[in-house]
């Protein structure tokens, strides 16, 4: 089963971004407007580095955060697409 946590972007070593289902720092989901934070996933027992006592999220509970349109994920596509 996955799990996710968001982190703030500071508090992510390397070896915690390259260890998770991402594979970088690059990779991982960032927030669109306020907070400079991350999500960080993996699978099951494979635990990246320092996320052993992080709060986790289920899959569920991440998308209502993501989804969320006042909070700081959530991104309009169609406002996006009038911008190209």
Avoid: F
């Avoid at 968001?6 to 720092?25: C, F, H, Q, Y």
């Avoid at 989901?29 to 986790?56: E, H």
């Amino acid at each position: 089963m996955r799990k996710y946590a968001i982190l703030n972007a500071e508090d992510i070593p390397t070896r915690m971004a390259n260890e998770s289902v991402d594979g970088s720092k690059d990779a991982l989901r960032r927030t669109v407007r306020n907070a400079d934070k991350r999500i960080v996933r993996w699978d099951g027992d494979n635990v990246p580095y320092g996320c052993a006592n992080v709060a986790t999220y289920t899959h569920a509970e991440i998308l209502a955060i993501v989804n969320d349109e006042s909070g700081d994920w959530w991104q309009d596509l169609d406002t996006l697409e009038d911008l190209t």
